[in-house]
């Protein structure tokens, strides 16, 4: 299985990260991916860019190298009722929208707050994946929160710097949402997470753990292209229109 688009990266503009987006497009170049996404994080994250960076992302040129860029965010959750830091009309003009729970913008509720932060936040059609589910700190009702991605047509993440670098301890987690994501049939999709360019599509410990539960690989969004853009044109992201 090759994987040849990962679309959750950081640049040096999320304050925490070490490249530019030239050094991301040219690694992705080097490994032969079709689609890179920059997606750094929201304006709620310790040193995040402001709102008009992540809008600006217009003038970023559509491809760099042969590789196809696109512009999107990580947004922070900010509450239980699924408000995000970044307004639904920046979104809308976005080609990818992640959105995800992070421990330096919000304090961790219970599971119940937790996974109705989740649920509420994918009723939102501007977010496009969940980012890190599986993360220790935000413990959630697994079942329902994939349940929610089916009926939302929500991607699940598999984030691979989860297995390496960040989120320890998320490999059981995500174990278990990648398992009831085969049982529900619900699609995921492996990213990189990268906060520097040399991490640009690496992403073969999230591909170990699904091949270890024998995931089908029509379940993996981005293991084919042609099913990537699919999906992402049935949900009329004007991008692959
Ligand atoms: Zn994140
Ligand atoms: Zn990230």
């Excluded at 929208?97 to 994918?122: R, S």
């Excluded at 501007?126 to 991607?155: M, Q, R, Y």
């Excluded at 301890?169 to 520097?196: Q, T, Y």
Aim: hydrophobic fraction near 35%.
């Amino acid at each position: 299985m090759e994987i040849l688009i990962d679309v959750h990266n950081h640049t040096i503009a999320s304050g925490h990260a070490y490249s530019t987006i030239q050094e991301i497009a040219a690694e992705a170049s080097r490994k032969g991916l079709k689609y890179v996404g920059i997606t750094d994080h929201g304006p709620k994250m310790i040193k995040g860019p402001h709102i008009y960076h992540i809008r600006n992302q217009r003038i970023i040129p559509r491809i760099i190298n042969g590789v196809e860029i696109l512009k999107g965010v990580e947004s922070n959750i900010l509450n239980q009722e699924g408000k995000l830091d970044v307004p639904d009309e920046v979104l809308e003009e976005l080609d990818i929208v992640l959105a995800g729970l992070h421990d330096v913008c919000i304090e961790p509720w219970d599971v119940e707050g937790n996974t109705k932060a989740l649920l509420k936040v994918m009723e939102n059609e501007n977010v496009d994946i969940i980012s890190h589910p599986g993360n220790p700190k935000f413990p959630i009702d697994k079942e329902k929160f994939v349940l929610k991605a089916k009926e939302t047509n929500t991607l699940v993440e598999i984030n691979d710097s989860s297995f390496r670098t960040s989120r320890e301890g998320s490999k059981e987690n995500c174990r278990d949402i990648a398992l009831l994501c085969k049982k529900h049939r619900v699609p995921v999709i492996v990213n990189s997470d990268s906060h520097i360019s040399f991490d640009v599509g690496r992403v073969d410990k999230a591909i170990n753990l699904l091949k270890d539960i024998e995931m089908p690989e029509e379940l993996i969004i981005n293991a084919c292209i042609d099913r990537f853009e699919n999906h992402f044109r049935d949900k009329r992201k004007s991008r692959f229109i």
